[in-house]
C-alpha cells in the first residue's frame, strides 16, 4: 500500500476503472480536437467531469462498498455505450449534412 501524506491509496479494482474513465476523458477531448466537425461545445464540461470523478475514484475508490462498486461498473458500460452512440450518430448526421450539400450543389434532386 502506498502511503503519502495524505493520500492512502492501494491499486484494486476501482483504481482500474478510474484509470479506464480517465482515459475516456482524455479520448473525449482528443476526439474533440481531431474531428471537430461532430463535437460539441458541451463536450468540454463532460470531459472535465469524466477526469475528476476518475480522479477521486483513484483517491477514494478502495473505500467504497461492493455494491457501490458494481454501481460505478454498471455507470461506466452505459455512459460508454450511450457515449459511442452519440458520437455515432453526430457523425451520421455530419455525413448526411455534407451529403445534401454536395446534392443541392450539384443540381441533384433528392429522392427520399
Same mark, same amino acid.
Given at each position: 500500500?502506498?502511503?503519502?501524506?495524505?493520500?492512502?491509496?492501494?491499486?484494486?479494482?476501482?483504481?482500474?476503472?478510474?484509470?479506464? #474513465?480517465?482515459?475516456?476523458? @482524455?479520448?473525449?477531448?482528443?476526439? +474533440?480536437?481531431?474531428?471537430?466537425? #461532430?463535437? +460539441?461545445? *458541451?463536450?468540454? @464540461?463532460?470531459? #472535465?467531469?469524466?477526469?475528476?470523478?476518475?480522479?477521486?475514484?483513484?483517491?477514494?475508490?478502495?473505500?467504497?462498498?461492493?455494491?457501490?462498486?458494481?454501481?460505478?461498473?454498471?455507470?461506466?458500460? *452505459? @455512459?460508454?455505450?450511450?457515449?459511442?452512440?452519440?458520437?455515432? !450518430? +453526430?457523425?451520421? !448526421?455530419?455525413?448526411? #449534412?455534407?451529403?445534401?450539400? @454536395?446534392?443541392?450543389?450539384?443540381?441533384?434532386?433528392?429522392?427520399?
Amino acid at each position: 500500500m502506498l502511503t503519502l501524506t495524505f493520500l492512502n491509496h492501494g491499486f484494486d479494482i476501482m483504481s482500474l476503472l478510474s484509470l479506464l #474513465i480517465v482515459l475516456c476523458s @482524455i479520448t473525449l477531448y482528443y476526439t +474533440r480536437s481531431v474531428n471537430y466537425k #461532430i463535437s +460539441r461545445e *458541451s463536450d468540454i @464540461i463532460l470531459v #472535465i467531469s469524466l477526469f475528476l470523478s476518475g480522479l477521486v475514484l483513484f483517491i477514494n475508490g478502495w473505500k467504497m462498498d461492493p455494491v457501490l462498486q458494481l454501481k460505478q461498473w454498471l455507470d461506466f458500460f *452505459s @455512459i460508454g455505450y450511450l457515449g459511442y452512440s452519440c458520437l455515432r !450518430l +453526430r457523425g451520421l !448526421l455530419y455525413s448526411l #449534412i455534407e451529403d445534401s450539400k @454536395i446534392n443541392k450543389d450539384n443540381n441533384v434532386r433528392d429522392e427520399y
